[in-house]
T-cell receptor
Framework: QKEVEQNSGPLSVPEGAIASLNCTYS??????FFWYRQYSGKSPELIMF????GDKEDGRFTAQLNKASQYVSLLIRDSQPSDSATYLC???????????FGSGTKLNVKP | KAGVTQTPRYLIKTRGQQVTLSCSPI?????VSWYQQTPGQGLQFLFE???????NKGNFPGRFSGRQFSNSRSEMNVSTLELGDSALYLC???????????FGPGTRLTVL
């Protein structure tokens, strides 16, 4: 079982819609959760991080964490074609302080 | 504040050669991590250094090694290159181990 699982996609949404990206993790002891965006041919860039159960909002992005169900999600409101990228979920297990990355979900926002 | 820098950006080598990649973290960051990214395997963790000490290590053969200097700059070395080592090698820095990581632009290594 992988530490972090993501649906590889592609996830296609029309411009202006809400894109919902999901991630599950295997270790209940995980404490820190991150979302990165990676454009084709570029390196990952940090979008958001979340540590506590519930929602965290930053502009058009909302991260949601549910530790009981061991999943973390990223919602992108009013999706734009420029949001088309691969979104990577990352988790830190406190015992090891090591990042575990999912394989990423490819998002296509169609004009 | 300047971001993470990596040199060189592109590299072409032949099988059996060795290669050294360099990473300069964000000023003030003391932790440097290295990742290999390939289309088939995604981002795979190589190792992490903090204050010149290797703190974590991924599941890569001993041909992959690294080090960190007192100024937090880091190098990774791959010896006896194989075709399968062709990948994008990414360096990420963080203030402390376990903090959010910021990635450099990567070094694209092609092994012929």
């Amino acid at each position: 079982q992988k530490e972090v699982e993501q649906n590889s996609g592609p996830l296609s949404v029309p411009e202006g819609a809400i894109a919902s990206l999901n991630c599950t993790y295997s270790d209940r002891g995980s404490q820190s959760f991150f979302w990165y965006r990676q454009y084709s041919g570029k390196s990952p860039e940090l979008i958001m991080f979340i540590y506590s159960n519930g929602d965290k909002e930053d502009g058009r992005f909302t991260a949601q964490l549910n530790k009981a169900s061991q999943y973390v999600s990223l919602l992108i409101r009013d999706s734009q074609p420029s949001d088309s990228a691969t979104y990577l979920c990352a988790v830190i297990r406190d015992n090891f302080n090591k990042f575990y990355f999912g394989s990423g979900t490819k998002l296509n926002v169609k004009p | 504040k300047a971001g993470v820098t990596q040199t060189p950006r592109y590299l072409i080598k032949t099988r059996g050669q060795q290669v050294t990649l360099s990473c300069s973290p964000i000023s003030g960051h003391r932790s440097v991590s290295w990742y290999q990214q390939t289309p088939g395997q995604g981002l795979q963790f190589l190792f992490e250094y903090f204050s010149e000490t290797q703190r974590n290590k991924g599941n890569f053969p001993g041909r992959f090694s690294g080090r960190q200097f007192s100024n937090s700059r880091s190098e990774m070395n791959v010896s006896t290159l194989e075709l399968g080592d062709s990948a994008l090698y990414l360096c990420a820095s963080s203030s402390q181990v376990g903090d959010e990581q910021f990635f450099g632009p990567g070094t694209r290594l092609t092994v012929l």
